[in-house]
């Protein structure tokens, strides 16, 4: 029993993967909507800059705040 249910599930999820595949049709992400006006690209150096420095800059600046303003340290 534990073998057929176990084929009904997954023919259930092959059959919904199949389906979810065959509706999303990515040939249409080519055609652009009315509106839209994606503008210029951003150079490897902007990219690094944006998804990479200004995180890492954010989190030091955070830490940093925490760490100076941290009252649970007993200053003598």
Known sequence: M???NAL???AVAAGTTLMML???S???ALTPDDGDDP???LSVAETLG???VA????FVVIAGLVMVFDK???QS
Not at 55 to 58: Q, S
């Open 39 to 41: 503008g210029p690209g």
């Open 2 to 4: 534990d073998k057929k």
């Open 55 to 58: 995180p890492i800059a954010l």
């Open 50 to 52: 944006l998804y990479v």
């Open 22 to 24: 065959l509706m999303s």
């Open 26 to 28: 990515p040939a249409l």
């Open 8 to 10: 009904r599930a997954g």
């Open 72 to 74: 649970s340290r007993k």
